[in-house]
């Protein structure tokens, strides 16, 4: 049979989220694609400042570069479009080979407008702000103006046409709604507009996903009113944006989050109410359908913190996408964490010399040297990132980074076989309690690629397979250890073997650039 919609010869499909049995894959020229990305400063997205963004992405080698696309410049004046800095960008990036993930500033920027024209953020009469239950006007434009979704959802339009003829060769990847939407410094808009929403009935699509009974807000959600309401209008506004969007090109969409504390959140309107935060995910899956994903901004470098997180927006309904980390260098480990919670990319933010640092969430400067651990995550995994992807999607990566204060990490891969990572040590022989790293860096990767079968990478860790049944155990030796990497074809290529010291006391790994593939038997 024909199939449903041909396509010219020569264009690739577009790209698209697929979720099989809880797990996802982005899928970028019809495969699995792990995005090891970089996201460039906040006002990195002009031509000039181009020339200060590739120098930083040639050191650090990612797969996808996420850059602003500011509805000012786009639309600078109320129905004149601009996207000759899109298109300057998609030629640069072509000429790079890097994929692109843009970010559409526009309604929200971090609580406020800031990036949306003149002519919008300077008319509060037309677009109107959020106003405080004391009466305060706040600069966070309010998601009940019909007008601001109305202008906000013309202009996204208009770019997602543009990119529908400008990229047939799907240079962009995914597109960023908004940038970590929310209001600061009040829990909701109390504008009379805002109210008399608020005294109506809670949508049924809501109250069906929640599994709640018909009521005002306050009846059906009592203290959490205020702030579900805020992210049920958020979203509301972000997904007719997106939907429409989506009608002139459906690339995947998703939203990125300004975190609230894991265990200690604080109050909505301290940390931004109405985003996509941990509380609110379901709030925004019923209000959201046309976005792909929830994506945390983790700047938490403590491990339970971070991981937390991972946990939290990695679920069966939401891929993992972690849109945006610190750029210090304790951060870097945590990208195998996030491989291990099967995610879909990840990417340091504040990658370009342009000599902006955003210290203390990043690091002091900018340079070859602190992007070399995020450098060397990306040395180590991009030979094998449309494997690693593929078996993510099959549920076979298993990744972790060093916790402070424990050496030891033990866990389950197959069932039939555990892992067992160590930090700290030696990689000749040791006996006795392992020291763990002078500083966290330790990070493992281990990827089953068939029943005896295994990838496997590390950062200054030593790593062991060993079989879960005991009798088993006794008997287990390699029947290989093969150092090697994968061509651009996917092809194995062979460097050498490992054997005697290199094998005797486990894997070890220091920040050499190693790939291994092992096979475990028993004589
Ligand atoms: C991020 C970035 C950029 C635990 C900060 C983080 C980016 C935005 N915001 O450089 O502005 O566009 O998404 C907010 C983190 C708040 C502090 C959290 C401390």
């Known amino acids: 049979a024909a199939p449903a919609r041909a396509r010219p010869a020569g264009e690739a499909p577009i790209p698209k989220v697929v979720t099989e049995q809880g797990r996802h894959a982005l899928l970028v020229d019809g495969k ?58 998609l030629a640069q990036a072509r000429e790079r080979d890097v994929r692109l993930i843009l970010l559409w500033f526009a309604t929200w920027k971090n609580n406020g407008p800031n990036y ?21 006007t706040l600069n966070s434009l309010s998601p009940h103006g019909q007008a601001t979704l109305e202008a906000d959802r013309k202009a996204f339009v208009r770019l997602m046409r ?77 997904d007719q944006v997106a939907e429409a969007g989506k009608a002139e090109y459906p690339l995947p ?4 989050a300004a975190l609230r504390g894991p265990f200690n ?42 991981t937390t997180v991972l946990d939290r927006y990695s679920r069966p309904d939401n891929p993992l996408f972690v849109a945006e980390t610190g750029n210090r260098g304790e951060y870097a480990r945590y990208f ?52 690693i992807a593929q078996a993510s999607f099959e549920g076979r990566v298993h990744g972790t980074a060093e916790q402070p204060g424990e050496p030891v990490q033990r866990f389950p891969l197959d069932g039939r076989w555990n892992a067992v990572v160590t930090y700290g040590v030696p990689q000749f022989w040791f006996q006795g309690q392992p020291p763990g790293n002078p500083e966290p860096v330790g990070a493992a990767l281990i990827v089953q690629l068939g029943p005896d079968e295994f990838l496997v990478t590390g950062i200054h860790a030593r790593v062991e397979i060993v079989a879960a049944d005991p009798a088993v155990a006794a008997r287990q030796i390699y029947a ?17 073997r490992w054997n005697g010291d290199q094998t005797d006391y486990g894997l070890n790994f220091s920040d050499a650039t190693q790939l291994l593939r092992v096979k475990l038997a028993t004589y």
Not at 208 to 225: I, K, M, N, S
């Open 32 to 89: 699995p694609f792990l995005v090891l990305g970089a996201q460039v400063n906040n006002s990195s997205n002009w031509p000039a400042a181009l020339e200060h963004v590739w120098p930083a992405i040639e050191v650090l080698k990612p797969n996808t570069v996420m850059v602003p696309v500011a509805w000012e410049q786009v639309e600078p004046e109320e129905g004149h479009f601009d996207f000759s800095f899109v298109d300057t960008l």
């Open 116 to 136: 949306a024209p003149a002519w919008v953020k300077l008319d509060n009469a037309r677009f109107p702000r959020v106003v405080t239950a004391d009466g305060r």
């Open 162 to 238: 543009h990119l529908r003829q400008a990229d047939p060769q799907r240079t962009v990847i995914m597109v960023q709604l908004q940038n970590e939407p929310g209001t600061y410094g009040s829990v909701r808009d109390f504008s009379p507009l805002a109210q008399r929403e608020f005294e109506r009935p809670v949508p049924e699509t809501l109250l069906r996903r929640l599994g709640r009974q018909p009521g005002t807000w306050r009846e059906v959600f009592g203290a959490d009113a205020d702030e579900f309401f805020h992210a049920w209008h958020i979203a509301r506004y972000i």
């Open 253 to 256: 969409m998703y939203i990125n």
């Open 265 to 306: 959140p604080g109050q909505p309107g301290q940390y931004a109410s109405g985003g996509p935060t941990d509380n609110v995910l379901d709030v925004y899956k019923a209000a959201a359908p046309h976005i792909d994903l929830l994506a945390p901004d983790i700047y938490m470098p403590e491990y339970l913190h971070y």
């Open 336 to 387: 195998f964490s996030a491989l291990g919670h099967q995610a879909i990319g990840w990417s340091p933010f504040g990658i370009d010399y342009t000599r902006y640092s955003n210290w203390p969430l990043g690091a002091k400067a900018m340079n070859p040297e602190t992007l070399e651990p995020f450098a060397l995550n990306y040395r180590l995994v991009a030979p094998a990132a449309r494997v």
């Open 480 to 496: 290989y250890v093969d150092e090697g990497t994968y061509d651009a074809d996917g092809r194995w290529r062979f460097h050498r």
